[in-house]
T-cell receptor, first 114, second 115 residues
Framework: NAGVTQTPKFRVLKTGQSMTLLCAQD?????MYWYRQDPGMGLRLIHY???????AKGEVPDGYNVSRLKKQNFLLGLESAAPSQTSVYFC?????????????FGSGTRLTVV | AQSVTQLGSHVSVSEGALVLLRCNYS??????LFWYVQYPNQGLQLLLK??????LVKGINGFEAEFKKSETSFHLTKPSAHMSDAAEYFC?????????????FGSGTRLSIRP
């Protein structure tokens, strides 16, 4: 089925370790987003991309890096994980027409930093 | 700038009762408005959206929402709750001047259904 695929689904990291979360979409969407979801805080935008080779900071970018080397993939990296980065991470994508389709979300990655 | 306020982080209703989830927005331009639903351990799914035209919009699973510009509200309703409606619901806004604008999400309302 077409959609947004996130890997891994679960991960436990030790403080200071690094990891990369992968988001892949097969809908030829231009725009991709990384959000984190924390209880009572809704979704907060970390970074986003408006096309291959471009990235931009969102609301809470500190401690994260991203890359969009291929149109279909959007990677989120944690260079040195901290307990404050324990969260559920969602990737989303859209065509250039949010009014028509809104965002398509992945199923999330649950990350625990101990 | 756009923002969304969802009144009530948790709403509990009995099965068969009216569901009302409240959302107020702030926008300096005509907004696009959305409701998303998140079932446990899943991503968000689009429930319904308002862009232009008719202010009462219908979505999936019997939900509907009405855009009231004078009240800057976009409340979500369903006449009769079902157990399967238990989920978290997010109201969201996007500036209406650009079809490619980012969506700003509210903090969410968790809906519980009592048997």
């Amino acid at each position: 089925n077409a959609g947004v695929t996130q890997t891994p689904k679960f991960r436990v990291l030790k403080t200071g370790q690094s990891m990369t979360l992968l988001c892949a979409q097969d809908m030829n969407h231009e725009y991709m987003y990384w959000y984190r979801q924390d209880p009572g805080m809704g979704l907060r935008l970390i970074h986003y991309s408006v096309g291959e080779g471009t990235t931009a900071k969102g609301e809470v970018p500190d401690g994260y890096n991203v890359s969009r080397l291929k149109k279909q993939n959007f990677l989120l990296g944690l260079e040195s994980a901290a307990p404050s980065q324990t969260s559920v991470y969602f990737c989303a994508s859209q065509t250039g027409q949010v009014v028509v389709y809104g965002y398509t979300f992945g199923s999330g990655t649950r990350l625990t930093v101990v | 700038a756009q923002s969304v306020t969802q009144l009530g982080s948790h709403v509990s209703v009995s099965e068969g009762a009216l569901v009302l989830l409240r959302c107020n927005y702030s926008s300096s331009v005509p907004p696009y408005l959305f409701w998303y639903v998140q079932y446990p351990n899943q991503g968000l799914q689009l429930l319904l959206k308002y862009t232009t035209g008719a202010t009462l919009v219908k979505g999936i699973n019997g939900f509907e929402a009405e855009f009231k510009k004078s009240e800057t509200s976009f409340h979500l309703t369903k006449p009769s709750a079902h157990m399967s409606d238990a989920a978290e619901y997010f109201c969201a806004v996007s500036p209406g001047y650009s079809s490619a604008s980012k969506i700003i999400f509210g903090s969410g309302t968790r809906l519980s259904i009592r048997p």
